[in-house]
């Protein structure tokens, strides 16, 4: 496949640096201020140019838009509300009946009825399973056991929510000391409020919904839909009461078709759902197969590019 990515963050550039590894070949990299194209592109170059001068590329996005690819790669940044630009951006590939596989959350998360009208009139296919905990397979699960026949799911969509609660938990320290720990190390970002306040885990509860809601014919969610609670004035004494009952918390996403709930929640301490670190774990709950457990690395470039690249590799030629 010829790839065309949009979005240089850690997720795009990684995709871009993968994608030979899986036999595909990229042709455009965009950031926010240019793009850079070839036939092949020369990614190494582009990324090196960027680390220089903060641009890939002197080429406009439009000619990126209207590149010769096979697959157009959605990673700028989620955005809310009218999740722009990723929205447009992958409406203009479907218009050209391209694939898009997005790694942006926001056009399903935020505007999913309206993308998926725009793919039902594409040749083009639409796919997603890298919006939702990183390299989990958790969109594929779903999809194939057949959304109609999943009840609900839930669990650990936030690795950074997860660290800084595994940490208060485990060294007794307080929210704030955790926080500036884990920003300290990367783990958190400079502005990490879409993480601790559950914005993050209920975009990824949101999109999980609105995929079981579409195949019962439902209208779709958007944020505004779900009900969101975070960690932030979580105290360290409420981990160590529920430690003293074999218990801790865990911030907990649970997506049904009737909605979205993110919020602390009590969890046994050697249960499933104790996930440590910045470990992810998604809970599928199924009509005929019970309970299904999937847990790993929800986020990062790399761990988030390979299940982009998996999207790809499951799309048909074109």
Do not use: C, W
């Not at 990183?134 to 997860?162: C, H, K, W, Y």
């Not at 601790?196 to 949101?206: E, I, M, P, S």
């Not at 309970?291 to 790399?302: I, V």
């Amino acid at each position: 496949m010829r790839l065309a990515i949009v979005g240089a963050g850690a997720v795009g550039r990684s995709v871009a640096q993968l994608a030979g590894e899986h036999g595909h070949d990229v042709i455009g990299l965009a950031d926010s201020t240019g793009a850079a194209l070839g036939d092949p592109l020369d990614v190494p170059a582009a990324l090196e140019r960027k680390s220089e001068t903060g641009a890939v590329g002197d080429a406009d996005h439009d000619d990126l838009l209207g590149a010769a690819y096979d697959v157009l790669v959605e990673a700028t940044p989620t955005t809310l509300g009218d999740a722009e630009p990723g929205f447009s951006n992958a409406v203009a590939a479907l218009d050209r009946d391209r694939h898009v596989v997005l790694a942006n959350k926001g056009p399903v998360a935020e505007r999913y009825d309206e993308i998926r009208a725009a793919t039902r009139e594409s040749a083009g296919e639409l796919r997603f399973e890298a919006t939702v905990g990183g390299a989990i397979p958790a969109v594929r699960t779903v999809e194939d056991f057949g959304p109609s026949r999943v009840e609900r799911v839930r669990g650990v969509l936030n690795g950074t929510a997860n660290f800084v609660l595994s940490r208060m938990a485990a060294e007794g320290l307080s929210y704030d000391h955790v926080l500036a720990e884990a920003q300290e190390l990367g783990v958190a970002e400079a502005d990490p409020t879409f993480d601790v306040d559950g914005t993050d885990a209920a975009l990824k509860g949101v999109i999980v919904a609105n995929v079981l809601r579409e195949a019962r014919g439902e209208d779709a969610l958007s944020l505004s839909d779900a009900e969101v609670a975070g960690i932030e004035d979580l105290p360290v004494s409420a981990l160590s009461l529920a430690g003293d009952d074999g218990r801790t918390v865990r911030l907990i996403a649970e997506a049904s078709p009737e909605g979205v709930r993110v919020g602390p929640r009590l969890v046994p301490e050697n249960g499933t759902l104790a996930v440590t670190g910045t470990q992810n774990i998604v809970q599928v709950e199924t009509a005929h197969a019970g309970r299904l457990n999937l847990s790993g690395h929800g986020a990062g470039g790399p761990e988030t590019a390979s299940a982009v690249l998996s999207d790809v590799g499951r799309l048909p030629p074109r």
